[in-house]
């Protein structure tokens, strides 16, 4: 049974940083594409970040493009997104995504960009 779970959401400061966790189960993530999307209020999810199988080569939305880094540590079978310099815009539910088989998607973790 596949299972994706975040966590590390939080409400932040503008210029602060938070370090997004995926625990994956039933499947092994470095055989399958990983990704992070996120969802504003009001808006549609859009796709932040994501690493591939082979070679784990990384893409990124333009607007979180150094600033965000997608990795994974196949031991603990986990994705993470480090979040530097976050921005109120960067408010958001953010999802870890994969495709094994079918489309699977956590619960979301909220992150909150605030003074």
């Known amino acids: 049974q596949v299972q994706l779970v975040e966590s590390g959401g939080g409400l932040v400061q503008p210029g602060g940083s938070l370090t997004l966790s995926c625990e994956a189960s039933g499947f092994i993530i470095s055989l399958s594409t990983m990704s992070w999307y996120r969802q504003a209020p009001g808006k549609e999810r859009e796709l932040v970040a994501g690493?591939?199988?082979?070679?784990?080569?990384?893409n990124y939305a333009d607007s979180v493009k150094g600033r965000f880094t997608i990795s994974r540590d196949n031991a603990k079978n986990t994705v993470y997104l480090q979040m530097n310099s976050l921005l109120p815009e960067d408010t958001a539910v953010y999802y870890c995504?994969?495709?094994?088989?079918?489309?699977?998607w956590g619960q979301g973790t909220q992150v909150t960009v605030s003074s």
């Open positions: 690493i591939s199988t082979v070679g784990g080569i990384t």
């Open positions: 995504w994969t495709n094994w088989g079918r489309n699977y």
